[in-house]
């Protein structure tokens, strides 16, 4: 392959990356004893989305065990979680992360509906 | 009844209990078995001592006592008794942790059994990576020997984030090295090892790995807490029994949106609650468990 054709065809892969990525929706979910918020996100089947989970206080975990997720979120960092929904239904999450005295209280629902 | 204890006198005791749950003993009934090959022992599971909320418990400082008083009350002395964990009810102050755990150790020093070995839960641990219960009871994990059966104890609580952690697999793996495959083997743990139910935080998130290792041994049998209820699953051909609490229960797993603790019911006090008896037959190895309620 000639180097002219494969900067070409290099070119035209980074902007559908790019574009595919432009078309992701973010979703932020912000952690703190003993609650997350929201602790409610609705997401369309098949649609391409991440999660920007951040803590206010100490350390937490984040699992959604059907999505097979399951991160830890260190407070002054985003943590970033590429997700597309494969069911419909109500799905729940929790913490995972032993956070004190209401931790066993902390979780939500990510709902998943048609796209 | 002397201190020998056949299957007869087991299953006396366990009507005076409750439910006898049965556990690799397939045509046990009957079989004759020497005082040697044969023993019992007490798991007491989540007494959350320091917990307050009298609609979940109106009795939170009476039921750890009521239980010290009924296994006193045994109709046999269990060789030993463990306790799976959260003895204590988390806080964020180390002080009032460091007396809760007094107060806990001071109340079970009243059971008349010699040994009482003892386990971590995340309430007792996860905040200070089991730095104060260290303090009171010693390493978080052990193994000993009891008449041919070798007992593991693990901690997947002091890392909050419920890791056994690649120090502890590594010692397990060498801890049971030594053994034959045959060989009895019994895990003590808070937290299940297995996915019971990852949604409500139900699992141990490098539990796999112990099982990973404990699977070439043909005779493994895991008892553990934290679910408040009493539970029985096979991993292939380990045995995993979860004990009741001695607090408040909780839903059985999955079975509504969210794990929220059972209301106490005044009609039925203490419902839910207890403790288990476990006979173990070394020669088979099997293990017979009886359930012993809290009672008024």
Sequence with gaps: MKRRSFVALAALGALFWNASRAQERVVRIVAKKFEFNPSEITLKKGEPVVLELTSEDVTMGFAASDFNVDVEIPPGKVTSVRLTPDKEGSFGFVCDVFCGDGHEDMGGRILVVAS | ?296
Aim: charged share 25%; aromatic share 10%; with cysteine.
């Design chain 2, 1 to 296: 009844m002397g201190q020998a204890f056949d299957r007869r006198d087991f299953l006396k005791l366990a009507g005076l209990g409750g439910a006898v749950f049965a556990s690799g003993l397939a045509g046990c009934a009957g079989m004759a078995a020497s005082e040697q090959d044969e023993f019992y022992f007490v798991q007491l599971s989540d007494s959350h001592w320091g917990f307050k909320g009298p609609a979940l418990n109106p009795d939170a400082a009476g039921t750890l006592p009521k239980a010290v008083s009924a296994v006193n009350a045994l109709k046999e002395r269990p060789d030993f008794i463990v306790f799976t964990g959260d003895l204590t009810h988390t806080t964020e102050d180390p002080k009032e942790r460091r007396r809760r755990l007094a107060e806990f150790k001071e109340i079970v020093s009243k059971l008349e059994v010699k040994t009482v070995r003892f386990l971590p839960g995340e309430h007792d641990a996860s905040l200070d990576r089991g730095e104060a219960w260290k303090e009171f009871f010693g390493p978080s994990n052990y193994s000993f020997d009891h008449k041919g059966v070798h007992f593991v104890a693990l901690d997947n609580v002091s890392d909050p984030a419920a890791r056994i952690g690649e120090a502890q697999l590594g010692w397990l793996k060498a801890d049971l090295a030594r053994l034959d495959p045959a060989a009895p083997i019994v895990v003590l743990a808070h937290r299940p090892l297995f996915d019971l139910m990852p949604q409500w935080d139900w699992t141990t998130r490098d539990g796999k790995a112990a099982i990973d290792i404990l699977m070439p041994y043909r005779n493994v049998t895991v008892f553990y807490g934290h679910i408040h209820q009493e539970n029985h699953h096979m991993t292939a051909h380990i045995a995993h029994h979860s004990a009741k609490s001695l607090i408040f229960p909780l839903p059985a797993p999955g079975s509504q949106p969210k794990r929220v603790p059972i209301p106490w019911d005044a009609a039925h006090p203490y419902q839910g609650l207890g403790f288990r008896g476990i006979e173990a037959e070394t020669r088979k190895p099997a293990y017979g468990l009886v359930e012993f309620p809290v009672k008024a």
